[in-house]
């Protein structure tokens, strides 16, 4: 029923209110939880009211001469998880495995039930110890005629009978076991609440049903023979997809494609460090890898020669890169790369301006000019051109030009040409650092990625594109033939 209710009405609010209207155990608490209800959704109320008679899922409505007030399936379920094994054979064969299966399971219970004292199993005697739990918290007043007037912790209060056995809660009589209402008027009683259980649950009653025992048969060998004609098989009439094996089961329960009630939801493995065979690091492989050399990997290996983990080392970059940017400063660190990229730029185009200079002494003078222009600090004498130049060149001015200097404005070579006071057709780049392009110098395939690339080819049964020492790629024979 719950199944067809949450269709329209998921949520686990409403779960939990057509539940408490199903373990209602009197009309008068089946109604109001109905009107919670109406209030809450009307369209779930609407729903429950078109469902089929309460008698058939609420215990407020359940006869009383059946002594049960179970509302899930329990029993079936666990029926259908032991046969799930015998299903798939023979019909002889399946006949045998489930009699051979309840053979063991009524003499297992017998003898178990032997060993148990007290009138009542061990299970029930576990629920009426948790619901003496629960009558701690009610008090009793005996009218002094086998009444009691119990009240709980909240203001609710119901009557109970001991000698009939009753409450005007109404689960007494409806499950055949004392309530908290009733264990705490006999706990006032000195009474013991396993002697007032319904007869279905006694002891002795379920060593009389566990008598009809199964008895054991030979083998299909010592049969006797037949003189009725043999049957043969039935006609197969297989039809179209996959025959099923597990039944259908809900959305939240878990599902096993395995189709075995015992199978466990599939865990995670343990978390494996990761080692690279060529450095012996761990947080990478050997395809992204960054140390080639060996004297790059013999540097690595000392940096964790202490023992202690390097987060920058083990994941395969530096510790610059490592270091979390936010959005500014990436913009700030890119631009800041494609400056050095120009002034490196400018730099070489003033060596090469230095060398016509050494040939035409005449515009030394010029230079001499410009340099003055632009504000550069040039330690040492500036009347020497080629010290100058030198000084210029070294880091500290590096640093200092990069701050004056203004990025260079790349053009295409392609790019057309136009006159003075003509407009340029093409559109006008973008000034916002964050989208320019960065330019990205094409590199060498490392060994690890061109063996990467030859097991893959090797894989489709086409011959490697690369040779990597001695070992060019082969084939597995699992690839498609070319």
């Not at 002494?361 to 010290?387: C, F, H, I, K, W």
Request: aromatic share 8%; charged share 25%.
């Amino acid at each position: 029923m719950y199944r067809n209710f949450k269709k329209k009405h998921p949520g686990q609010i409403l779960k939990d209110r057509l539940w408490s209207i199903a373990i209602a155990t009197t009309v008068e608490l089946y109604e109001a939880e109905l009107d919670d209800l109406k209030e809450y959704d009307q369209l779930a109320y609407a729903w429950v009211k078109r469902a089929p008679p309460p008698q058939h899922w609420c215990k407020a409505f359940f006869p009383h001469h059946v002594k049960s007030d179970m509302l899930v399936n329990n029993l079936c379920e666990t029926f259908n998880a032991k046969i799930l094994e015998y299903r798939d054979l023979p019909i002889i064969g399946m006949m045998e495995g489930i009699r051979e299966y309840l053979m063991g399971r009524i003499g297992d219970r017998a003898a178990w039930m032997k060993k148990c004292p007290g009138a009542v199993g061990p299970t029930i005697k576990e629920l009426i110890e948790e619901r003496a739990k629960q009558s701690r918290k009610w008090k009793t007043v005996a009218n002094g005629d086998g009444g009691y007037q119990v009240k709980g912790p909240k203001g609710e209060q119901y009557a109970v009978y001991v000698q009939e056995r009753t409450c005007t809660c109404n689960l007494w009589q409806v499950s055949g076991l004392p309530c908290c209402h009733s264990i705490a008027a006999l706990h006032r009683m000195n009474e013991d609440p396993c002697m007032y259980t319904d007869g279905c649950y006694s002891r002795e009653l379920f060593l009389k049903i566990y008598e009809n025992i199964l008895y054991p048969i030979s083998g299909k060998a010592l049969w006797p023979t037949s003189t009725n004609p043999v049957l043969g098989p039935p006609i197969p009439c297989v039809q179209a997809g996959r025959p099923r094996k597990a039944r259908r089961k809900d959305v939240k329960e878990n599902r096993s494609h395995s189709g075995s009630q015992n199978a466990t939801v599939h865990k995670m493995k343990k978390h494996v460090v990761m080692h690279c065979r060529n450095c012996g690091l761990a947080g990478h492989n050997r395809a992204t890898c960054k140390a080639q050399d060996g004297a790059e990997t013999e540097h690595l290996r000392q940096q964790n020669a202490t023992g202690q983990p390097n987060k920058f080392v083990a994941s395969g970059c530096s510790e610059e890169d490592a270091v979390p940017k936010s959005r500014e400063e990436s913009v700030m660190h890119e631009s800041g790369e494609q400056n050095a990229e120009n002034v490196d730029v400018e730099v070489g185009n003033f060596f090469q301006q230095y060398d016509n200079i050494a040939v035409q002494p005449s515009t030394l003078e010029g230079a001499q000019q410009s340099m003055e222009g632009a504000n550069v600090a040039a330690e040492g004498d500036t009347s020497n051109p080629t010290e100058m130049l030198r000084t210029i060149a070294s880091p500290t001015n590096k640093r200092q030009i990069r701050k004056i200097k203004t990025p260079v404005r790349r053009t295409r070579p392609d790019a057309p040409r136009t006159k003075i006071g003509q407009k340029d057709p093409r559109p006008a780049a973008s000034t916002d650092n964050t989208q320019k392009r960065v330019v990205q110098k094409k590199r060498k395939l490392t060994d690890a990625e061109k063996g990467a690339i030859n097991a893959n080819y090797a894989y489709l049964g086409k011959k490697p594109p690369f040779k990597v020492g001695n070992w060019a790629g082969r084939s597995f024979g699992r690839g498609r033939a070319t």
